[in-house]
């Protein structure tokens, strides 16, 4: 009886341990956040293509079968999206269906300060989630950043836990830097109060001044962006980023213009082409640098649009979509359930998975964190290999 | 002098600076000119539009300042909401509803009813005053008010019986430029104060210190100028007064005062509280602490030790009637000193509500604006703690000092939109229009890509802006020179704009 409690204590310890190790592992993958901003049609993005009401709600917008990219039998992408299949069939890209959040709301700020904080609905936090999530985690101090927003919204990594800088910032202030010449007086005049700001303005910045040397340094991407919407830049300076192996948690892109009102086709093929061909060139210059595997690409979006097609042949401020989850490590395929088109909740889709699940289970897979964002009965989702 | 000026022509890099902002010498009853006015509103009210700048900038300062003070309302313009005139008895009933209605989950969590009805009360409070503070045609009232509410502190974390809190706001508003005096009493007498700082377990048997406490440390005489003992003794001074159960109004419970003997601050003698608040305004000291904390609030970090005796006697000559120390104030020489230009740091409730003004902005709900206020660490009745907002320096942080900017981002780039999905700037744009009509399904608006106040100039800036040339835009937004810079005058209104509200010196006042 002795024997077999102490050997049950050795073998729990055991189990201890490479816990630990497999959590330090997992500690090192840097997030890109891909903001869809404005609100994306996931029903248009990932279609139920086999589903006949899909096509009588969507008679003029609809993504027609043979443009549909199928995926099973069921599901298939949107033909713009060509530029991800590679991906796809190598089993490194995730489409998790029916992301959303119970009692939805349908203004583009609040939600995406919903979604930016992992709040509920009815609750508001000021710190981003990103940021929430490593309250009380010590971070190597030495970069002097822990998150970079290459973008102009930083609510997911703003708060205490994080050292975030905004990306635009830091390049006007490298330019500034160059222009002053009397680097040593930073101008207060002798106001304290300007003293004080220029010198918080300075912490922030010093962190970009690190970054510009290290970016300086690095190598350039293998293959190159396409300019287009600014997307292709963006993702060439996360790169870069990664490359020079900058020690940040997490790095934000946006690609907007998705509030699609009116004549949504075109305008959301054509965002849907910057997208995949963005994010496909990403996957190739990080299979190529060996970064794949330490990166986790997940997109996110204030709300997907109604399920039935509005009178200007586009659509209005909805609820759930399908969201996008990338990486080396990720389990490519099909996870959580497409919300059902027969089973509408004031024409809206019903989420099947909650926002807040996606981040926990992030959260674990890439920084090797549990964080449940109040979803204390929520099941991670089945995203790393 | 000219010096200084250099410097700051250099800083401000391009054409717009040095010769900007070169002061006109102000001659004695003549136009004080635009930097004196926009200085004397950016300290005064929240924020200043190129029209109200304009109205007085034509006028004597001394007669400006004149004008401040005359005619003050001591009532808020906008109607509260109504559970704030609820008797105690009321919201102890509302409470047990709200209790037996309890064991619902959200979200699968318990909800705790009372904590949602007081959440939801402080919120209607907050959007309230914030309402008040964008329709006043009586800012330096509600700035006053603020000052008061971040003196004599109570937070809704602790007080919980929210109409109190309303009373007391009201009682900071009728006082903002009354007389400190009147104020400190009936503040002692405040059922949000006694709430807060536990006066009504202040009694003979038990006297409990932390209002006697406070009130020497923080809302008279300030450390180093009492002893422990001076509050043993207070506390004793004070006991028995308290809250009326169903009323929740002040009473004094004679039978639970201590009757007995008390030293207090050299003096002895059978004090009652009203005693104790006698001796303290006959202290130096009390009124000292006052013109410090004024001096940080409207003129600079760091009160001059010469000034601060001259306007504290002045306010006991006076029997600490606001006004005339507030004229004193602000007739000072520092006051107008252009080294004291933009030497104050918003608060987040100046920046915000400022914003908001001078851009013309309609509010239709503050919930935004009161969420922001919190995010920068300002939330209208609940200062951190009871030493209140330490401000000044404290208020930029590498955090704040993004979220601050956010915000303005967000103003700038999606005017077309509410920061809640329906606040529109402005007109909205024709391109909306457009869009609404034809989809004739949304009312909402939302933003439009590449539409920001970055290139679209003047077309979008609101009626309190349009028209207004670059050069006076700047020197509406910013109270000295930019600090970056990377504007030139031939751009777009609207990207003058943009950059003026991204300028560091746009954090200042």
């Known amino acids: 009886m002795e024997r077999r409690h102490f050997l049950l204590g050795a073998s729990t310890l055991s189990l201890v341990l490479a816990s630990r190790l497999a959590l330090a592992d997992q500690g090192r993958r840097v997030l890109v956040l891909v903001e869809l901003k404005g609100g994306n049609d996931g029903l248009n993005t990932v279609i139920p293509y086999a589903d006949p009401i899909y096509h009588q709600l969507r008679p003029g917008i609809g993504v027609s079968r043979d443009k549909t990219l199928q995926l099973d039998e069921r599901i298939g992408l949107n033909h713009k999206l060509d530029a991800l299949m590679e991906g796809w069939k190598a089993r490194d890209i995730a489409i998790v269906q029916g992301v959303g959040y119970p009692s939805p709301n349908r203004s583009h700020f609040r939600s995406i300060e919903i979604w930016d904080t992992a709040s509920a609905s009815s609750q508001t936090l000021s710190e981003g989630w990103v940021s929430r999530t490593f309250e009380g985690v010590e971070l190597p101090r030495g970069a002097g950043v822990d998150g970079i927003v290459i973008d102009t919204n930083a609510l997911p990594m703003t708060g205490t836990a994080l050292r975030t800088i905004v990306m635009q910032d830091a390049e006007n202030f490298l330019h500034q830097a160059a222009v002053m010449k009397d680097a040593k007086n930073p101008h207060d005049d002798g106001n304290p109060a300007l003293r004080h700001l220029l010198a918080v303005r300075q912490e922030v910045n010093g962190a970009a001044i690190g970054l510009h040397d290290k970016l300086r340094d690095g190598a350039a991407p293998a293959y190159a962006y396409s300019p287009d919407g600014g997307f292709g830049h963006q993702l060439d300076l996360a790169t870069r980023l990664l490359i020079a192996r900058v020690p940040v948690v997490a790095i934000k892109v946006a690609l907007g213009g998705f509030d699609t009102h009116a004549g949504q086709v075109p305008t959301q093929d054509r965002l849907l082409g910057i997208f995949a061909s963005g994010l496909a060139t990403f996957r190739k210059n990080l299979i190529a640098a060996h970064r794949w595997d330490d990166v986790v690409v997940a997109t996110y979006s204030e709300f997907g649009r109604r399920a039935r097609q509005n009178a200007s042949a586009g659509t209005d401020h909805g609820t759930a979509a399908a969201h996008f989850v990338m990486g080396g490590k990720v389990k490519g395929g099909l996870h959580g359930a497409y919300p059902s088109l027969a089973d509408l909740q004031d024409g809206d889709l019903k989420h099947t998975v909650d926002f807040r699940n996606l981040y926990s289970t992030l959260a674990q897979g890439c920084w090797g964190l549990r964080r449940d964002f109040g979803q204390r009965s929520g099941r991670p989702l089945d995203l790393f290999a | ?509």
């Open chain 2, 1 to 509: 002098m000219v010096a200084r000026l250099g410097r700051r022509g250099f800083v401000g890099g391009a054409a717009l600076s040095a010769a900007m902002w070169v002061s006109r010498p102000s001659r004695a009853a003549s136009a004080m000119g635009f930097d004196d006015a926009r200085h004397l509103l950016s300290r005064t009210a929240f924020g200043a539009t190129p029209a109200e700048i304009a109205a007085i900038a034509s006028t004597d300062f001394t007669a400006a300042v004149e004008r401040l003070l005359t005619k003050v309302h001591t009532r808020a313009a906008t109607a509260a909401p109504g559970w704030t005139s609820e008797p105690l008895s009321a919201l102890r009933e509302r409470r047990q509803e709200a209790q037996s209605s309890a064991g619902k989950t959200v979200d699968g969590k318990p909800v705790n009813e009372v904590a949602k009805l007081v959440r939801e009360e402080g919120s209607q409070l907050s959007n309230w005053w914030v309402e008040e503070m964008l329709a006043t045609d009586q800012p330096l009232v509600e700035k006053m008010t603020l000052f008061w509410h971040n003196h004599f502190t109570s937070s809704i974390q602790k007080v919980r019986y929210v109409p109190a809190l309303y009373r007391q706001n009201a009682l900071f508003r009728r006082a903002a430029l009354g007389n400190f005096a009147t104020l400190l009493k009936e503040v002692a007498h405040d059922p949000a104060m006694l709430i807060y700082l536990d006066g009504v377990h202040n009694v003979a048997k038990q006297p409990n210190e932390n209002f006697a406490r406070e009130l020497l440390e923080l809302f008279t005489l300030g450390e180093g100028h009492y002893s422990e003992s001076d509050i043993k003794n207070a506390a004793r001074a004070f006991t028995g007064w308290s809250l009326d159960r169903d009323s929740g109004q002040f009473v004094d419970r004679m039978q639970l005062h201590d009757g007995g003997e008390k030293t207090f601050l050299g003096q002895s003698g059978h004090f009652t509280g009203d005693d104790i608040l006698a001796i303290l305004l006959r202290h130096p000291r009390t009124a000292e602490t006052i013109v410090e904390k004024l001096w940080r609030e409207f003129i600079s970090f760091t009160p001059d030790a010469n000034e601060v005796k001259r306007l504290a006697g002045l306010f006991r000559g006076n029997n600490y009637e606001m006004k005339p120390l507030l004229r004193a104030l602000f007739l000072s020489p520092a006051f107008r000193d252009p080294v004291n230009r933009g030497a104050l740091i918003k608060s987040p409730i100046e920046l915000i509500v400022g914003t908001v003004h001078v851009f013309g902005l309609p509010v239709p709900d503050q919930t935004p604006l009161v969420r922001m206020m919190a995010g920068l660490g300002q939330t209208p009745f609940a200062p951190p703690n009871v030493k209140g907002w330490p401000g000044g320096e404290s208020w930029i942080s590498t955090s704040t000092l993004l979220l601050r900017r956010q915000f303005l981002r967000r103003l700038i780039e999606a005017t077309t939109v509410s920061l809640d999905g329906n606040m529109t700037m402005g007109r909205p744009d024709r391109r909306t229009d457009r869009v609404q009509q034809m989809s004739g399904q949304t009312m909402e608006a939302y933003p439009v890509e590449g539409r920001s106040l970055r290139n679209v100039g003047e077309a979008r800036l609101g009626p309190t802006l349009s028209g207004t040339d670059n050069a006076t835009l700047i020197r509406t937004l910013l109270p000295r020179a930019p600090i970056e810079a990377g504007t030139t005058a031939a751009e777009s209104p609207g990207a003058v704009v943009a950059a003026a509200m991204l300028d560091s010196a746009y954090q200042l006042k």
